[in-house]
DNA sequence: TAGAACGTTTAGTTGTTACTAAACAAAGTA
DNA sequence: TACTTTGTTTAGTAACAACTAAACGTTCTA
């Protein structure tokens, strides 16, 4: 392979790793994605090794975590006792998977716990002043009603599936 | 101030820190804005010291972050040499400015890199053989095109402003 | 001018995370 | 059975991030 070609492709996989850790996963994660989605052919965890020049053991682990998230698929070939692995290409797809993921864990966990801080608020327990309580109460249920807000942008994302662009272009004529 | 009182507070400071932590930010910056989001006054970097239990170093730094990104507001008092901070309530407007502030920042530049490795695809640099570049340029003008469409999204989310809940509803039942 | 009141900066500590190297387990093959 | 090929797990490491403690620089006040 020319000096070159190689160094489009670095630069292609360099950059989807810098996006992965931006969001919190391993800057290897993003690189294995990167090199399974351009190639053509389902690779071998050797073959992922040789490419992104990782060791066995974080490909293994990075590779069962992209799986679990959706962002891949592993291929099994008949005789063959090597597993393969391919990007997934619909995004939308993926989305969908590492919010759900994503979800019950601890966001949604923090975010209950707002809610409970509402609720004692609300049926008035803690021995606040009138004035007090009802400052906290309509302050928390701001921010509860925002988190509402988000989940209900999230879910919509989950949703706009094999959609595409053109949906959320229409989406955001209406948000004016 | 009562135990309960105390302890119901404290599960919000909690929920907070761990929300923060979530995304990618310190617990204290959380427990910061909380406690500042549920003072009817501003507070001074002393009090907050005494209702975080951080250090002055840590709600110094802490406490500049927040500023930036527009989640608290100082506030200084004629004659009075010590800085003050409230929380900003509007958030929307919060989150406008934190996504303007994760701009320009390793995110755009990882998305920048690979637009740039497209447009190196389509100027037909690079010894590719035809098929192959053909292929290359299809999945990373995917992979290009889904990122505009998050683009979309997140302006489209700091366009949400005042609009609020009812709007999102709006956009949910068009989306389907 | 000395000292106090504040906020910032720095050096050092702690805990976490992603990784490597190597031991290990499982399953096929000679 | 022994040996090979494959993937997983574990122990240890290096880098990093958030914090504490304390030194420091300013600005106000007596």
Redesign the interface.
């Known amino acids: 392979m ?1 000096d ?2 190689t ?2 492709k670095q ?2 996989i ?6 992965s ?2 969001w ?1 996963f391993p800057k290897g994660m993003g690189a294995i994605f990167a090199v399974l ?2 190639s ?1 052919a389902p690779l071998s965890l050797d073959e992922l090794v040789e490419q992104t020049g990782l060791t066995k053991g974080a490909i293994s682990t990075n590779v069962r975590s992209l799986a679990r998230m959706g962002l891949i698929r592993p291929v099994t070939r008949l005789g063959d006792r090597k597993d393969y692995y391919e990007a997934e ?1 619909d ?1 939308y797809k993926s989305i969908r998977a590492i919010l759900k993921e994503r979800q019950n ?3 949604d ?6 809610r ?2 509402l609720s ?2 609300e049926s008035g ?4 002043a009138p004035a ?1 309580r009802a ?2 109460t309509e ?2 249920r ?2 509860s ?2 988190f ?2 988000l989940d ?2 999230t ?3 989950s ?2 599936d094999g959609l ?2 053109g ?6 004529k ?3």
Chains 1, 2 share one sequence.
Do not use: C, H, W
């Open positions: 020319t070159e070609k160094q489009i630069n292609f360099e950059g989807l790793s810098g996006i850790s931006f919190g989605y351009i053509p290409t995004f864990s601890e966001f966990q923090a975010v209950a716990s707002v409970e801080t004692k608020l327990q803690g021995a606040f007090e400052f906290l302050r928390v701001a921010l009603d925002f509402s807000a209900s942008l879910s919509a994302i949703r706009l595409g662009i949906t959320i272009q229409t989406v955001l209406i948000l004016k």
